[in-house]
């Protein structure tokens, strides 16, 4: 195993690792954008990622330069990432000075070739049909990448993509996980009301539930809040008269 190969397995090692709890996506992706302009031979690296708008951002650059392209190309809404990111392929020019470049993207080549690259090349960052943005690689000289370097490239997104896609799933597992603990962390709590109400006030547990809906109500409370006073002993009920309903 040579030492690219070697180094090329670590990459994609660190960019699997996104199971950590303090798993950052923007360190992550800028770390991505690093490894693309080492591995890939690439002048610098930018990387949108869309929202849940569907909107492209810029999320990581690997340079100030790149940073400013990928800026331009989500402000003028031109440019390879955008193609790369609505078709889902890869979007390549040798020579961002050719007269098709400069007839497809007019504002984006200007900017690119002023910030002192010549050629471009995106990938779709995908898992699937599901494009979540798009890494850009730039170059200082023209010409085109070898099918290898691209094949290589689109592997770094893909992965990258795969550990974003785990990660999202992840919080949203985490985040229903929490609301089902919260829900049933109320019900416990709204039982116990109703058990020290049912004593307390001499009535059956429908009509002590009453009494707490009806106290919250009045008072515009939750009624979660309203049974952990009661069962804190912080808040009082009367025992509700005959004329009382709901």
Aim: charge should be negative; proline fraction near 3%.
């Amino acid at each position: 195993m040579t030492a690219t190969d070697r180094r090329v397995r670590e990459v994609f090692i660190e960019l699997s690792d996104t199971l950590v709890d303090d798993f950052d996506i923007i360190e992550f992706l800028d770390r991505l954008a690093m490894r693309c302009s080492e591995l890939l031979g690439v002048s610098a690296c930018g990387i949108v990622l869309a929202d849940h708008h569907g909107v492209l951002n810029l999320v990581a650059a690997s340079s100030e330069e790149a940073r400013l392209v990928e800026l331009t190309q989500l402000q003028t809404l031109e440019g390879p990432c955008l193609d790369a990111f609505n078709s889902g392929r890869p979007v390549q020019y040798a020579d961002l000075w050719d007269e098709t470049a400069r007839t497809r993207w007019p504002r984006f080549t200007t900017a690119t070739v002023e910030a002192g690259y010549r050629s471009v090349q995106a990938l779709p960052m995908r898992l699937r049909d599901n494009v979540l943005g798009a890494v850009n690689l730039l170059s200082t000289s023209t010409g085109t990448l070898s099918t290898e370097t691209i094949t290589l490239g689109q592997a770094l997104a893909d992965a990258a993509t795969i550990g974003i896609v785990h990660q999202r799933a992840l919080a949203r597992q985490e985040l229903v996980t929490e609301q089902l603990q919260t829900a049933l962390n109320s019900r416990v709590l709204i039982e116990q009301a109703k058990g020290f109400l049912t004593h307390s006030l001499a009535v059956d547990v429908d009509e002590a539930f009453a009494v707490l809906r009806r106290y919250a109500r009045a008072n515009n409370r939750r009624l979660t809040d309203v049974a952990d006073d009661v069962v804190q002993g912080r808040l009082t009920l009367p025992t509700p008269g005959p004329a009382e309903h709901d």
